[in-house]
Every structure is written in C-alpha cells, then in structure tokens.
C-alpha cells in the first residue's frame, strides 16, 4: 500500500469513557488519511472493570471490526486490538483473555499503581504522579509488563511526563532499555501528548497546549538500542482520528526517526518514514 498512514491506538464507545461507534471511528480516520488503523478499545479487567470492554461484549466488538472490515475493505487496512492493563498479579487473567480472542495487536499499558499505604494512583491524577512512593512503584510494574512476555507493545509509559520533570522520568527509565531490548516488544509514540493537560511546574496548575509526551530525549536512546516503535493517536472520539500522528513525525524525524511499525496477526510489520504520507496529511491541516 503506498502512501501509508498508521494509527495503532484508538478506542470507541466500547470503551465506555470514550465515544462514536466503530463504523463511525473507522470513517473518521479514513476522512483523516489513515490508511492503517488498529483498533483498541480497553479490555476487560478486574479493576475499573466497568469503565472498559465488558466481557459479554467481546464478541460483539471483534464482529463490530470484522464486519467493517469488509464494509471498507480497500479504503483502509483494518485491525484487531486491544489495549489490555498491567498490575502485578493480574497476569493469568490477561493471558486467559489473549488465549480467547485472536487478534493483530495487543497494547499492554498501566494506568493504575498500588502504592505502599495500598492506595490506587491513577495515571492522570497528575498531583500525586511526583511521589516516590508512586515513581518506584510505576518503574517497577513497567519492568514486570515487560518481562511478562503478553505484550506486542507497551503504551504510553511516558504519559507521566505531563507531571514530572523529563531528566526525572529519564533517570528512572533508563535501566529499563535493557529489558525493553530483551522483550522485543515496541515502544509506542503516543500522540494524546500533543492534546492532553500538564502541570505548569512554576504554579502547579493544569495548562492545555504544550508537548508533554513523547519523550524526544528518551526517543534518541530508543532509537540508538534499535527499539521498534509503534504510533497512535489514542483518540477516543472520532474527531481525534489519526490525531497528532503527521505533527509528531514530523517533529520526530529530524531527531533520527527512519521506521515505524504496526502489527498484523501478533507479527511486526516495519515501515519506512519515507513510505508514509506524513508530510500530505501535515499540509492539509
């Protein structure tokens, strides 16, 4: 397919917290000029567990997909994911649910941290992202996702640098490159970075408008130990799709970004920036 366009994270109604149906998040990001879009509502689990995928309604999603599949096929490459959470203890539960359910791409993300006096922090309470209770907690529950072998990629585990300080976040990812490389799993380049809220460090408050994530400084050291690298836009509404993929790439590129990945039947698939319609779809925004 030439002149490809690549969104490997986004999420519809199945999602509960996020809106528009699969036919309607499929033609939103064909209008937006993806032209390989993976679909990846949250899955199941035991906490929040209702405001994500039901598991009654598994079977419905991936018919939902497979069905537009066909009702687009030419238009768009379309494919089964999920984004499936990360907590200690939780493993066999996520393997029972992959052993079930073929797909193309499985994301594995955290967004929930148990920290020691057995509080939950949730990843966009941003106030308590700062605490070293949380950070040893988070950093070490992202080392055990990536030695549990479920995963294709992990999921934004940069997102909390819209509350922390980048030499901070730094610090604290680096002794995980090595088992990032011994996984063999992708790291994503989530573009909700470029949207979402962040602390402003000089007052604490939540401002709009600045990049927080991707990490560019940690991107550099990806790019150095040959970390593949998936893209997405994590939108969770239509008129998000395919949003912030041609900006990040095209603030990316400069920095050494030559490839990009996405994933069909659990299998990577490797393409070349220069193949990718970036720079059209940027110009026509």
Same mark, same amino acid.
């Given at each position: 397919?030439?002149?490809?366009?690549?969104?490997?994270?986004?999420?519809?109604?199945?999602?509960?917290?996020?809106?528009?149906?699969?036919?309607?998040?499929?033609?939103?990001?064909?209008?937006?000029?993806?032209?390989?879009?993976?679909?990846?509502?949250?899955?199941?689990?035991?906490?929040?567990?209702?405001?994500?995928?039901?598991?009654?309604?598994?079977?419905?999603?991936?018919?939902?997909?497979?069905?537009?599949?066909?009702? !687009?096929?030419?238009?768009?490459?379309? %494919? /089964?994911?999920?984004? $499936? =959470?990360?907590?200690? +203890?939780? #493993?066999?539960?996520? @393997?029972?649910?992959?052993?079930?359910?073929?797909?193309?791409?499985?994301?594995?993300?955290?967004?929930?941290?148990?920290?020691?006096?057995?509080?939950?922090?949730?990843?966009?309470?941003?106030?308590?992202?700062?605490?070293?209770?949380?950070?040893?907690?988070?950093?070490?529950?992202?080392?055990?996702?990536?030695?549990?072998?479920?995963?294709?990629?992990?999921?934004?585990?940069?997102?909390?640098?819209?509350?922390?300080?980048?030499?901070?976040?730094?610090?604290?990812?680096?002794?995980?490159?090595?088992?990032?490389?011994?996984?063999?799993?992708? !790291?994503?380049?989530?573009?909700?970075? %470029? /949207?979402?809220?962040? $602390? =402003?460090?000089?007052? +604490?408050? #939540?401002?709009?408008? @600045?990049?927080?994530?991707?990490?560019?400084?940690?991107?550099?050291?990806?790019?150095?130990?040959?970390?593949?690298?998936?893209?997405?836009?994590?939108?969770?509404?239509?008129?998000?799709?395919?949003?912030?993929?041609?900006?990040?790439?095209?603030?990316?590129?400069?920095?050494?970004?030559?490839?990009?990945?996405?994933?069909?039947?659990?299998?990577?698939?490797?393409?070349?920036?220069?193949?990718?319609?970036?720079?059209?779809?940027?110009?026509?925004?």
């Amino acid at each position: 397919m030439e002149g490809r366009m690549i969104d490997s994270h986004c999420h519809s109604f199945y999602s509960k917290h996020a809106v528009g149906t699969i036919d309607e998040l499929v033609c939103a990001s064909i209008a937006a000029g993806v032209t390989v879009l993976t679909i990846t509502d949250h899955a199941p689990f035991p906490v929040d567990a209702q405001n994500r995928l039901l598991e009654a309604e598994l079977e419905r999603y991936f018919a939902d997909i497979d069905k537009a599949q066909q009702t !687009y096929k030419g238009e768009i490459t379309l %494919l /089964r994911g999920l984004e $499936l =959470d990360y907590m200690p +203890g939780t #493993e066999r539960y996520n @393997r029972q649910l992959l052993a079930h359910y073929p797909m193309d791409f499985v994301i594995g993300s955290i967004h929930y941290v148990t920290v020691a006096d057995k509080a939950m922090v949730k990843v966009w309470e941003l106030p308590r992202l700062a605490a070293a209770s949380f950070l040893d907690k988070y950093f070490a529950q992202l080392e055990a996702l990536l030695e549990s072998q479920l995963f294709d990629a992990v999921g934004h585990a940069d997102t909390l640098l819209r509350a922390i300080p980048e030499d901070v976040f730094l610090r604290r990812f680096e002794p995980l490159i090595t088992p990032l490389v011994r996984s063999g799993i992708a !790291y994503e380049l989530n573009a909700s970075g %470029l /949207r979402k809220s962040s $602390l =402003d460090p000089t007052t +604490g408050k #939540e401002v709009t408008g @600045r990049w927080s994530y991707p990490s560019r400084a940690l991107l550099e050291k990806l790019l150095e130990n040959n970390v593949p690298l998936t893209i997405g836009s994590d939108a969770h509404d239509p008129r998000d799709a395919g949003a912030g993929i041609a900006e990040l790439l095209a603030a990316l590129r400069p920095l050494g970004l030559q490839s990009l990945c996405y994933y069909q039947q659990r299998q990577r698939i490797d393409v070349l920036l220069n193949d990718l319609q970036f720079h059209a779809a940027l110009a026509s925004r």
